[in-house]
């Protein structure tokens, strides 16, 4: 009896330790993620601060975080000063390359999936295209898209922007088929379908999700794409990163407040599209190594 | 029923079969003609480039005048025995990297295993801390400029309120504290992927062995180092080769926050081809710079992958 109590007694303290030991780990936790959001969204914050601030607030000392009264005339600003002009520019250069990539990219990965087109390590040899710095290219094709007339053009940038997506529309693509039956090809082929009709009617169905996150993480890379635009346009054919960049060179001073709307607008639908896709973003970051 | 079901398989197989017999040379044209247009622009826009910058790097050529004379290996003579700040720049860029590589795989870790299990706010938690990966590298470096210039960004007034004491560090202008900036937006940047593949790799892990030394009375730290590390090997591979081959062409960024000044003190690799390209015109000499990059890469990626790679498989 009385060793019995003993033990529960004792067992009940340990319990209380554990649960001690349980609450400091939680206000641990939340200690540790509550500085890292800190640190995560206060730049984030102070961007949407910038932008609907005035011109006396923008430089303020000390700064000024919630800007009173609100303003939007940056952003007035920021679309006649070049900002609609680079939205244009990124949204067709980005826009087109974006869905050429993937459509390729499809049609590349369906023959490497299903006809192991190049041999078995062809993707990856595809991919490492992926990993060369974009800096070691800009000079050759400056001089090479000059011979052939596609500097300051949509094409060129088009153009360079699908090929440089490609090996990562390909590597995703490839992973997402080969997950889907071959039977389901077969019988479609028997029943008298076409090798395109298979793709369009069983794979692509089939892969959709795989498709569209593809296509938005494409869509993420080409936005921010900043190298390539600076060099391959001039005056004409400015981006948006080319743009915001260019507000550090201009005559009239900083223009903070501008330059914060522009950039605002620039990552806002990328953050909502991240947020859609986040699921898929852990396969899609590790290139397959890690199955999230 | 299922006798049926089997004869109908085997008669569509056979189908199937004579169908492709009829017309190999149909399923050929098919499975070429679906890799040709990126064969074709992977040539165009990526092979055939670099063979222009292997002429080119041989060249003295200069962008600003007509003739182009055949110099010989001079460029890269020059690049890695007379030009003292390409050198510096490779140092710089290892250095740098390295650094930000370090942080980011400590916090990402240590974010990661703090994440595991379930605690309220989890979800929201996940998304708000994935946000930077996402922000164009433009904007990272822009809001930088913003935070850190000295009279009216919002990095010194926030440290002063944190550490009840004045500074006075001109960030961006002090060759001593610009390169931490550069590294601690990077690390801004991109810690959120780190934790994000770190911790799908410790999803992944087998429970077993965790049960195993939890009977054992083992601590948390042997846990960590004796059951999670080594399981973890290959994902921490993808994850360091992946940062660190991200980190060699780090130029957005930099280019935004401090245009690789003051000076050149915060000049990695990239920023110095685009500007021997574009200030000084010097479109040969990139060239050979380019190459040399290139060739560092691909040391650098069999490096790592033979490595980490013998401990992983080991």
């Known amino acids: ?292 | 029923m299922g006798e049926q079901v089997a004869g109908y398989e085997t008669r569509s197989r056979a189908r199937l079969l004579s169908l492709q017999r009829r017309r190999p040379w149909r399923r050929w044209l098919v499975q070429y003609l679906m890799v040709a247009p990126m064969a074709l622009l992977l040539v165009g826009v990526t092979i055939y480039p670099l063979i222009l910058a292997v002429r080119m790097s041989l060249l003295d050529w200069d962008a600003t005048s007509i003739d182009h004379p055949f110099i010989g290996l001079a460029n890269y003579q020059e690049l890695l025995t007379q030009d003292s700040r390409f050198i510096a720049d490779l140092l710089r860029t290892g250095v740098m990297g390295g650094a930000a590589l370090a942080i980011e795989f400590v916090a990402g870790f240590a974010l990661a295993l703090l994440f595991l299990g379930p605690f309220p706010g989890k979800r929201i938690l996940t998304t708000l801390l994935l946000i930077p990966m996402m922000v164009s590298p433009v904007v990272v470096g822009f809001t930088a400029r913003m935070a850190f210039t000295t009279s009216y960004g919002f990095v010194t007034p926030v440290l002063q309120a944190i550490l009840r004491r004045p500074i006075s560090i001109d960030w961006l202008s002090d060759p001593n504290f610009a390169p931490a900036v550069i590294v601690l937006i990077d690390t801004w940047e991109w810690t959120p992927f780190v934790f994000l593949l770190l911790f799908a790799g410790l999803l992944a892990l087998s429970h077993e062995p965790f049960e195993a030394a939890r009977v054992d009375g083992a601590t948390r730290w042997q846990t960590f180092v004796y059951i999670t590390l080594p399981q973890m090997r290959y994902v921490i591979l993808v994850v360091i080769l992946i940062r660190s081959l991200d980190l060699i062409k780090l130029f957005d960024t930099i280019m935004l926050a401090t245009r690789a000044g003051p000076g050149i003190a915060t000049e990695m690799i990239s920023p110095f081809i685009y500007d021997v390209a574009f200030q000084d015109f010097r479109f040969g000499y990139a060239a050979a710079a380019s190459l040399i990059l290139l060739v560092a890469i691909m040391a650098i990626t069999s490096f790592v992958i033979r490595t980490l790679g013998r401990s992983v498989v080991g």
Request: charged share 10%; net charge positive; with cysteine.
């Open chain 1, 1 to 292: 009896m009385s060793t019995s109590t003993v033990g529960l007694h004792d067992r009940a303290s340990r319990l209380r330790r554990k649960r001690l030991g349980m609450a400091t780990l939680m206000a641990l936790r939340y200690a540790v993620i509550a500085v890292a959001l800190a640190f995560t969204l206060v730049p984030l914050l102070w961007i949407l601060s910038t932008s609907l601030k005035g011109p006396d607030q923008w430089q303020h000392d000390p700064p000024i975080w919630i800007p009173s009264p609100f303003t939007f005339d940056n952003f007035r600003q920021m679309w006649t000063d070049g900002g609609a002009a680079a939205l244009l520019h990124s949204c067709v250069t980005v826009g087109v390359s974006t869905i050429t990539a993937t459509i390729l990219g499809a049609l590349a990965s369906y023959s490497m999936s299903r006809f192991h087109t190049g041999g078995r390590n062809f993707a990856s040899w595809v991919l490492s295209v992926k990993f060369l710095p974009p800096a070691a290219f800009i000079v050759p094709l400056l001089t090479w898209f000059q011979t052939l007339g596609l500097l300051d053009s949509y094409l060129g940038l088009i153009l360079t922007y699908t090929t440089f997506n490609l090996p990562f529309a390909v590597w995703m693509l490839k992973g997402f088929f080969d997950e889907v039956p071959v039977e389901l090809d077969d019988s479609a082929l028997v029943d008298g379908c076409s090798r395109l009709g298979v793709i369009w009617r069983i794979t692509l169905p089939v892969a959709a999700g795989g498709l569209v996150t593809t296509l938005l993480l494409t869509l993420i890379f080409n936005w921010g794409e900043y190298i390539f635009a600076l060099v391959l346009t001039r005056s004409d054919m400015y981006t948006v990163p080319v743009r915001l960049s260019d507000y550090f060179s201009e005559a009239t001073g900083l223009q903070w407040g501008p330059q914060a709307a522009l950039a605002l607008v620039a990552i806002l639908p990328i953050i909502a599209i991240a947020i859609f896709i986040q699921r898929y973003l852990v396969r899609a970051m590790a290139f397959g190594a890690v199955k999230g």
